[in-house]
């Protein structure tokens, strides 16, 4: 059976279109993704993310049991602040990629992928052997509302948001519009915003209150295929694109966000560290592509005639007209910012610029 | 001329308007649930295509698709404006979002399963 959000039924009252994603049934727009994307890059959106995970790990070894699961340093993350870690598997590749927010002594909360929920329960279960961790999936019982764009800060001020400042990737319990809730300053947009944990009973007077409140600041409902767009200009990945069991951190460009003095083992360690001592044999990198032609998940990439790699995402970029993609090519060095290589679109090779990532300016740091 | 009288249609959502040349478009529902038209190939003035075989290639903003010959034909006219501008399929995919005129080369018979608009949006129910 699809699943549905506590706000199912708002989002079909406002005309969304829906659609099948991750096993649930989601709003993909309510308008245009072109205006809702604009509207979250020049104004303020709100997405409900409530389909993804959350699971909560406490107990006396639950740092040490993260710290052994994580190839980021979770003794090092200090109380109220977040960091975007991997989940892999063995031999490096990828389970999911999580959020990782540090509430209390021994008591984090774990935002996963909604597609992934149930191998990344099972994975936790299997490496908890021996340990005294409590892995308690929460999900259910719990929304998660998304307030993105350079208006966000003023709209969740305006609701009587009771924090006085607070830093990009911290979580703080907070009372917007009289609800108690954790406010995390993170998202998946490259602007600044909030994500909003709320019990699912108080999500639907929270999600009407915060577009009546946003009127003012232009805000509009956003569906995910803005969610998407939005992401790919900010060059964050995807997991199920960019990401899956055959693909490690370190081909996905995300070496910066892994330390590499960590003493503690986590599954993956060996291959993971070698890779980023040694290199490895293919790499992510991001294209423009140089006409109108838009490259997209699975097509073929080329460079002086040899197939080297494939795309892994894919669309026009709102914000600057552009047609953006995420690939993975072979490792060679030719392969860099500025060469020109191809895409195979429809059976003919389509000239695209490898570009730097992100391609857009992000604005999400807030200090 | 009131398109939605006089259209037929596929089921894969194009239509043909008869004449002494025929047009071929998408039909409006189609366009909504492509949503944002980004991108749009049409063929050559000459090109020749069966009933069925596509002859043409849209993408919005989330998918690629291929559009489908209602009948067999020759393309005598292509809509270019649209190539610059395929978001102008948003506002309007008959008047002047039209993609090619042919001439059909087939018999008759091929229009036998093509619906009219009222029994296209029946199916679509």
Redesign the interface.
Known sequence: MVKETYLHDKHVALGA?MVDFAGWHMP??YS???EEHKTVRENVGLFDVSHMGEVFVSGKDATAFLNKVVPQDIEKLDYEKAVYCQLPNKNGGLIDDLIIYKLGIEYYLVICNASRIDEDLNWLVRNKRGMNVKIDNQSHNYSLLAIQGPRAIDLVRKMGYSIPSQQSFTIKPAVIEGIKLLASRTGYTGEDGFELLVENEYSEFLWDKILEEGKEYGIKPIGL?ARD?LRLEAALHLYGNDLDESTTPVEAGLSWSIPKDKRTDYNGKEIIMSQIANGVSKKLIGLTMLD???A?HGYEVYYNGEKVGHITSG??S?STGKNIALAYVKNIKEICPDAVIQVMI?EKLHDAKVTKRPFIQKRNRVK | MNFSDDILCTKSHEYILKGDLCTVGLTDYAIE?L??I??L?LPEVGDEFAKGEAFA?I????A?SEIYMPVSGKVVEVNTDLIEAPEKL?EDSYENGWLVKIETTGDEEEFSDLLSYSEYKEELE
């Open positions: 279109k993909v727009q245009s993704i072109i295929g767009t109108k032609n838009i997209r669309c026009v709102p429809r | 649930q949503g944002d980004v991108f190939e290639n993408e919005s903003v989330k690629a948003n």
